[in-house]
């Protein structure tokens, strides 16, 4: 069985950086062709991919938010890392650590962690 | 404003056939798979169609997905009340290379 479990803070202040953890089971991140990536979706909005961590340790990321974020993997731990700097309100939203299977326009977002809301507020 | 276009609501009764659309451009649905995803309300989303038109395990056959040139459809026939949520489609995009969702569309079951 696949899960997927988003932990971090629930509130940040703005200019703070965000860090969430994503701490799989079920599947293993060296396995070729599986990536773990993020996607967030502020209140009563769209989703909106972020970045995608695959087993190589190939990294994605969405170009508007490329100098913001960070991301990192601990195959042994089962953990992958999304680090967001300089955050604002307009980053409130809940954020979804995914499995991505196959590679590029092949990869879909297999299954879906339940989401952390991250609000941000001073 | 999201790089895939899709209507914002559709709506049928209980055993129509419904159609949902989604539109892009040569850098995404043209040239790269389609991707549907099914949010129920308060849940996170669900891998619903993948590569155009297939289906994971699970899925019903009363969903489908069809792609040509820049735009795909998702239809659900016997719509059922349990078939509302949010649908968004998603591709990769050869220009920024990397995923993009349509704005979703919220199916209402009337």
């Known amino acids: 069985q696949i899960t997927l479990q988003e932990s971090g803070p629930t509130l940040v202040k703005p200019t703070q950086t965000l860090t969430l953890t994503c701490t799989f089971s079920?599947?293993?991140?060296?396995?070729?062709?599986?990536?773990v990536g993020w996607i967030r979706q502020p209140p009563g909005k769209a989703l909106e991919w972020l970045t995608l961590i695959y087993w190589d340790d190939d990294k994605r990321f969405t170009p508007s938010l490329r100098n913001r974020l960070t991301i990192t993997k601990d195959t042994a731990k089962n953990q992958v890392f999304l680090t967001m700097t300089n955050m604002d309100p307009v980053d409130t939203a809940t954020y979804y650590c995914?499995?991505?299977?196959?590679?590029?326009?092949?990869?879909?977002?297999?299954?879906w962690g339940q989401g952390t809301l991250v609000t941000v507020s001073s | 404003q999201s790089v895939l276009t899709q209507p914002p609501s559709a709506s049928g009764t209980p055993g129509q056939r419904v159609t949902i659309s989604c539109s892009g451009s040569s850098s995404n649905i043209a040239t790269n798979y389609i991707y549907w995803y099914q949010q129920l309300p308060g849940t996170a989303p669900k891998l619903l169609i993948y590569k155009n038109n297939q289906r994971p395990s699970g899925v019903p056959d009363r969903f489908s997905g069809s792609k040509s040139g820049t735009s795909a459809s998702l239809a659900i026939t016997g719509l059922r009340s349990e078939d509302e949520a949010d649908f968004y489609c998603?591709?990769?995009?050869?220009?920024?290379?990397?995923?993009?969702f349509g704005g979703g569309t919220r199916l209402t079951v009337l």
């Open positions: 995914v499995l991505g299977l196959g590679q590029y326009q092949l990869l879909s977002f297999f299954s």
């Open positions: 079920g599947f293993s991140l060296t396995t070729s062709g599986v990536g």
């Open positions: 998603s591709a990769w995009d050869d220009s920024l290379s990397g995923w993009v």
